[in-house]
């Protein structure tokens, strides 16, 4: 006897529902619903609460945090020069995590009820719901919990007077990031490259979800063969 398939009711709390999906879950997730009113996650006010965060929070958050990081990293006898080296450094790291963590943790496959909705609170809610402007940014309380493990990895490779330094950029890189990325959904360039940033990320949404994983470059794409062909990205609207 097969089990009737599970049906998601959008107009209650999406979160604990969605992990029945089981193996259906990854082809509706990647079914993008264009709507710039995001559904409800939880019944609990204050849960829901902490999912919804404006863009510019982001920034009026962590750039005092990277102003304090990169000022400590000169206070501890680095100067300005050696600081702002470590700032272009602290972002091209960040670029190269930006990539793999979208690659290979946001679009893990899952099947299981607890996977399926970790997975769609991680990120499977942004591409079941991309033009959603209140679930664009990382909440600022998750992201505070990430710097930790982020801190320490940069103290295994750097010592105590330039690990402030290149947290501060890899910081800085990481609200460069979640700034375009809202700009890259909400925003109207006119030109490149932001134009082109554009498509390039609306073609990941829409089109090949396989291919195109950079947001603020298309460095790593081109340097582990997920470029999408430019043929698509040039059609994409």
Known sequence: MVAAAFTVDLDKPLVFQVGHLEEQYQEWV???IVSKEGPRFFENDILEFLTRTKWWAVPLIWLPVVCWCLSTSIQMGN????????TVFGIFLWTLIEYVVHRFLFHIKTK????NTAHYLLHGCHHK??????RLVFPPAAA???CFPFWNMIKLFSTPST????FGGGLLG???YDCTHY?????RPSSDPAKYLKKYHLNHHFRIQTKGFGITSTLWDHVFGTLPSTKTVDKTV
């Not at 719901?129 to 209140?134: E, R």
């Open 30 to 32: 990647h079914q993008p």
């Open 79 to 86: 100067t300005i020069t050696d600081v702002a080296m470590m």
């Open 112 to 115: 299981s009820y607890w996977g």
């Open 129 to 134: 719901h991309p033009m959603d402007g209140l």
């Open 144 to 146: 505070a919990i990430l």
């Open 163 to 166: 690990t402030p330094g290149l």
């Open 174 to 176: 990481y609200v460069i």
């Open 183 to 187: 700009y890259l959904h909400h925003g």
